[in-house]
């Protein structure tokens, strides 16, 4: 009986080591993987587990951490004046996730990232909880709330940008209607009432829509600011005063369609400067024409259309169309047609122009911190590229400033020395443009030592007002001109 | 038997050596070990979830201790020259497993869960039942050969503990299989973990009865010793029955783990590999089979081939009328997320496996807690029980006993494996515990039985003059087949 007894303890070590196997197979080989799944919950536990980092503007912490008493997340995530900052911070929420700063920079806010290893390594040793570090932005405090307030008080849906011309530094980045992320930081079912709240299918203002980056606007007259640019840069006309052989009325080319202009404004034969100050279309739509799909195309590409910008939070790519017709050229140079613009993109216009001819990327995260404010990555200004010479800038900041001193533009005046240029712009849109126009305005002010500390682009789209009353010059200026007084205002 | 009489060198190993000590301070010295370590892993569990030191410490260390006390003073009385391992690793288990059930309790969503109440001084009070079991079989049974008289009763009182879950009134199904019985005032009981014992009592009487006829009678067929058709009539019932199980109680494991338990000792009755043949063969037939028809059989192994799908189809509303459950997959991440030397006692979250999070999926605490390091420790722990049983049936100088304990010992294998496999995910769940890990009444008290006659059995293998055999059964068994 003993042989077969002893294979019976081979047999039975046999399962004993089936067991070990799969075991070091679980915990060894699949350990990794199974530890980090995105679905096993340990992850979220331990992303709440600490108070994560915070964003920073102006040496300020905007977002906070606050414990919670129920549930096996720890730390909730809260925001100060959340809405104002949402386009920034974006949300951290327990239940539903994290996007834009709070997702992309999460590595940092949580500590986990591989750049604080050392220091993770050390509180490990030391005993400490692991504590996330900081993500210092480029954002202007009083910038964005004179953006935001500004949007608000007019009270339909908008976005503000701001840029700092010499480095890309984004200002503000305001977006209306929002939210506050601090609603649904949380895991309850108050959260998630307060989430289904912003959604688009329940709320048809669209809250959690970032407008600042995010959405894209036919930009309308502000666009001509990029053909006057491609007319200097092609040579087409060589100053502002330079007459424009511009016929009145004007046919577009190929078709029998008349372009008009609002309003009866003196635009035969203008030359640009004049044509921007009233704002020609057909002027500008003559010159788009004139210059060729692929010299307009090439222009608007180095002003940064056609393309995403990482700020680092993603923003869509603005749109200028290839493969078009004379006539379809003629619209789009007036930012009609298939143009379409960001609030982002058409700041960095007004910035290009503003910074004698050179687009610096826009950038939100000046600095990363680790827990005890020791700089771990630094965002050094990156030009992205030169839509203008120098000279073509100085004599499209001339025009844009004759804009603002006598032309549609004048709401926007700062005095007190600041020189501001800018263009207004109403873009029509809807089926044979039934829905309200948008309200553009683009802008940079120029200090008395020449230095351009602040462009910006504002866009309103009000669904409720009056037609008549829209215009960019009107509704948006104010805004524009507020944002830029705060910037200059907190440099002094 | 005859082989241990040639090879003499054998009795050099602990067991089977004539006139060798006692050893029952080495086991009092292990036994030390067995309640120190439970201990400390107590405090630990304590200043991990709240940062002190557990206010029951001391009871706790003192409760354990002295049942464990009681129970070497009972082997030293009643059983002196038994194993010295079986109980202190049982022992070390036991401990181990009050402290992930105390554990386990302190979780706040568990506590959350609806029906909850604390596990640990329930199973406290299980273990010393355990124990008080374990004295007494080792003070009523004084020679395990008396058993050989119940072979027959064995049987009915086997088929009675597996048929109880069925009884309408009296058995009830819990999370789709059918092992329970519900004693109104005392909670529910698991028979299939006592019919374990008493089957093996049964099978081991009746084959080494029978055993030579059902080695010997066969034709050679393609290398193999066919048995004649009238002696496979045995198998077939116990194969008929296992099978009757799963379908009645559609509970694959014990199914498993009585066939596998029947096959195992039949081959050490009658020392032909054929039956190892028919055994698997038929336990694959049954198995496919029913699985064929079995709904909750077929759940089972769609939860194993993917865990995952299982639980993202257990957090949506489903209408296939299928209860899907995310408990695998929660246990495989259990598992990973321990990595090799795991979180720390008291600082895993195993509790998101919320249902049976104490019982059924207990090593998935261990391993997260542990980590690999642990569970491998566990995994040789009992595996060390088993060898230990498998020595004693070597050791052991009667045919009865070397049966009985190798169908214990198969059978503590199996139930380990099965379970530990089934969390793991190496083979399909299935509804049993972890053998004195787990919480459960049944559990503890038949395995602490389980580990009484295995201590027995090797006390009266060592034992240096063997008492003759008191019965004159005994006496007739071993004229059949002298040793």
């Not at chain 1, 080319?253 to 030359?271: Q, R």
């Not at chain 2, 086991?27 to 206010?55: M, Q, R």
């Amino acid at each position: 009986m003993n042989k077969p007894l002893r294979r019976i303890a081979i047999f039975c070590g046999l399962l004993v080591l089936a067991l070990l196997i799969r075991d070091n197979y679980l915990q060894y080989l699949r350990a990794d993987q199974l530890s980090s799944d995105k679905d096993n919950r340990r992850v979220t536990i331990e992303r709440y587990a600490n108070p994560r980092g915070d964003i920073i503007v102006d040496g300020n912490p905007i977002t906070g951490s606050v414990e919670s008493k129920s549930g096996d997340f720890r730390y909730k995530r809260t925001y100060k004046d959340g809405a104002m900052w949402a386009p920034v911070t974006g949300y951290s929420s327990q239940a539903f996730g994290a996007n834009q700063l709070e997702s992309i920079e999460d590595g940092i806010l949580t500590g986990n990232d591989d750049r604080l290893f050392f220091r993770k390594t050390l509180d490990m040793i030391t005993g400490k909880d692991q504590q996330g570090g900081n993500v210092v932005t480029t954002l202007n405090a009083a910038a964005q709330k004179a953006a935001y307030n500004g949007l608000k008080s007019q009270g339909g849906k908008g976005a503000v940008v701001a840029l700092e011309p010499s480095t890309g530094k984004i200002l503000a980045l305001a977006s209306y209607p929002s939210y506050d992320p601090s609603a649904f930081a949380g895991n309850t079912d108050k959260d998630s009432k307060a989430w289904n709240k912003i959604l688009k299918k329940n709320d048809p203002s669209d809250p959690a829509l970032n407008r600042a980056l995010r959405e894209t606007y036919p930009p309308g007259s502000t666009f001509k600011v990029v053909t006057a640019a491609a007319a200097l840069e092609n040579g087409l006309y060589k100053s502002a005063d330079e007459k424009t052989d511009s016929p009145l009325p004007y046919i577009m080319k190929g078709t029998t369609t008349e372009l008009k202009n609002e309003g009866n404004i003196p635009c035969k034969d203008a030359d640009m400067r004049e044509a921007l100050r009233v704002s020609c279309n057909t002027v500008f739509g003559k010159i788009g024409a004139d210059l060729g799909n692929e010299k307009m195309l090439d222009e608007a590409k180095k002003f940064g259309f056609d393309a995403e910008q990482f700020t680092p939070v993603r923003s869509s790519a603005s749109v200028f169309s290839d493969d078009m017709n004379p006539s379809q050229t003629a619209l789009s140079s007036i930012g009609q047609y298939n143009t379409a613009a960001t609030p982002l993109q058409m700041a960095m216009v007004a910035s290009a122009v503003a910074n004698d001819g050179k687009l610096m990327k826009p950038y939100m995260v000046d600095e990363l911190q680790s827990s005890n404010l020791d700089p771990v990555a630094k965002t050094d200004p990156e030009e992205l590229s030169r839509p203008l010479s120098p000279q073509n800038a100085q004599i499209l900041q001339s025009m844009m400033e004759t804009v603002v001193k006598s032309g549609t533009g004048q709401k926007a005046q700062i005095g007190d020395g600041v020189v501001v240029g800018g263009k207004t712009g109403t873009a029509q849109h809807g089926v044979a443009n039934s829905a309200n126009p948008y309200a553009w305005f683009i802008s940079y002010a120029k200090l008395s030592d020449n230095s351009s500390p602040v462009a910006v682009a504002v866009v309103v789209e009000d669904e409720n007002a009056n037609r008549d009353d829209i215009s960019g010059g009107g509704l948006a200026a104010p805004i524009a001109k507020n944002v830029m007084e705060a910037v200059i205002n907190s440099k002094k | 038997m005859s082989s241990t009489s040639n090879t003499p060198t054998h009795h050099t190993s602990t067991i089977g050596a004539i006139g060798a000590p006692s050893r029952r301070n080495t086991e009092l010295a292990l036994l030390v070990f067995a309640v120190v370590i439970p201990v400390f892993a107590y405090a630990n569990v304590g200043l991990a979830i709240d940062g002190s030191v557990p206010a029951g410490l001391l009871g706790y260390g003192l409760g354990l201790g002295l049942l464990a006390g009681i129970a070497h003073l009972v082997v030293r009385k009643f059983a002196a020259y038994a194993d010295p391992l079986l109980l202190p690793l049982a022992t070390l288990l036991n401990g181990l497993g009050l402290v992930v059930i105390w554990r386990l309790d302190q979780s706040k969503l568990l506590q959350s869960l609806r029906g909850f109440s604390p596990a640990a001084p329930r199973q406290l009070l299980y273990t010393a039942f355990g124990i008080a079991l374990f004295a007494a079989v080792l003070f009523f049974l004084k020679d395990h050969r008396v058993l050989q008289r119940y072979t027959y009763i064995s049987m009915f009182g086997a088929l009675i503990l597996l048929i109880l879950p069925l009884i309408p009134g009296l058995g009830a199904n819990l999370y789709g299989a059918k092992i329970w019985i519900r004693i109104p005032g005392l909670g529910s009981l698991q028979p299939g973990e006592f019919a374990k014992i008493v089957l093996a009592v049964f099978f081991a009487g009746y084959l080494m009865v029978k055993r030579d006829a059902l080695a010997l009678a066969s034709r050679r067929f393609m290398g193999l010793y066919l048995p004649r058709g009238r002696d496979l009539g045995p198998i077939l019932v116990v194969w008929a029955i296992s099978i009757l199980i799963l379908v009645f109680e559609t509970d694959l494991g014990t199914s498993l783990l009585f066939f596998g338990m029947f096959v195992i000792m039949l081959y050490v009755a009658t020392e032909r590999t054929s039956w190892i043949v028919f055994g698997l063969l038929m336990s694959a037939v049954g198995a496919v089979g029913v699985a064929s028809f079995e709904p909750h059989i077929q759940t089972r192994v769609r939860a194993w081939l993917d865990p995952m799908r299982e639980y993202q189809l257990s957090r949506q509303v489903t209408h296939d009328g299928i209860l899907h459950s995310d408990q695998l997959q929660q246990s495989l991440w259990a598992f990973g997320s321990g990595g090799t030397l795991g979180t720390g006692w008291g600082q895993g979250h195993s509790d998101l496996i919320k249902f049976a999070a104490n019982s059924d999926f207990v090593l998935a605490t261990f391993g997260e807690e542990l980590g690999l390091a642990g569970i491998m420790a566990i995994l040789l722990v009992y595996g060390l029980i088993v060898e230990r049983g498998v020595r004693t049936a070597l050791a052991a100088r009667d045919p009865f006993g070397k049966l009985l304990a190798v169908g214990l010992s198969g059978a503590f294998a199996l139930q380990v494996f099965v379970v530990a496999g089934g969390v793991m995910g190496l083979i399909p769940l299935t509804g049993m515990t972890m053998p004195f890990l787990a919480s459960g009444g049944s559990s503890v008290l038949a395995n602490w039985a389980l580990i009484a006659i295995l201590i027995r059995i090797s006390d009266t293998a060592r034992r240096p003059a063997p008492a003759p055999a008191a019965n004159p059964d005994a006496e007739m068994t071993q004229v059949v087949r002298p040793s």
